[in-house]
T-cell receptor, first 108, second 117 residues
């Protein structure tokens, strides 16, 4: 299974940017990098995904290192509703395998 | 946006009985759906890949006779937990993609919390 490494937890203040790191040193050339988040007692929610170039959408930005061995999810202005577990995933072999993720705490 | 719906959201059953969970893609067709289970404070564990019109592919360690998967149409996959026991109590989640798997987002159902008593 394609492995990613994320910090267990992070804290951020409300209305400040948040940078969530992910290491994926064993990434292969065809692996897409996906990010999902999960609120308590809910199914995961898609955040963003990319292959090589940085990506932006209405929820977040994804910065991918040039060697693709790491990436960073950027929430530009965190709100209390962004408190969740964030999963960085390498999409390989047509299936999503979840790691442990980062639990993000937002401080009011 | 696309929605994946699971039913029921919550179920309590007696030990030894079977429980069926439905996963529907509401506004797109999904040839492939995925089933996960999640124990408290743990991550999601992939159980199986459900393929429309063919047998499901189970992950290592998942009993195919225990967790029956049927994907009879392009919008519906079902997971049946047979002869449920208390250790099967968990949060079960399904997902589907609208198009090419790797380059499209996965849509997840809201989950089904199964409690076996």
């Amino acid at each position: 299974d394609a492995k990613t490494t994320q910090p267990n937890s992070m804290e951020s203040n409300e209305e400040e940017p948040v940078h969530l790191p992910c290491n994926h040193s064993t990434i292969s050339g065809t692996d897409y990098i996906h990010w999902y988040r999960q609120l308590p007692s809910q199914g995961p929610e898609y955040v963003i995904h990319g292959l090589t170039s940085n990506v932006n959408n209405r929820m977040a930005s994804l910065a991918i290192a040039e060697d693709r061995k790491s990436s960073t999810l950027i929430l530009h202005r965190a709100t209390l509703r962004d408190a969740a577990v964030y999963y960085c995933i390498l999409f390989r072999d047509d299936k999503i395998i979840f790691g442990k993720g980062t639990r993000l705490h937002i401080l009011p | 946006g696309a929605v994946v719906s699971q039913h029921p959201s919550r179920v309590i059953c007696k030990s030894g009985t079977s429980v069926k969970i439905e996963c529907r893609s509401l506004d797109f067709q999904a040839t492939t759906m995925f089933w996960y289970r999640q124990f408290p404070k743990q991550s999601l564990m992939l159980m199986a890949t459900s393929n429309e019109g063919s047998k499901a592919t189970y992950e290592q360690g998942v009993e195919k006779d225990k967790f029956l998967i049927n994907h009879a149409s392009l919008t519906l996959s079902t997971l049946t937990v047979t002869s449920a026991h208390p250790e099967d109590s968990s949060f079960y989640i399904c997902s589907a993609h609208r198009g090419f798997l790797m380059n499209t987002e996965a849509f997840f159902g809201q989950g089904t919390r199964l409690t076996v008593v």
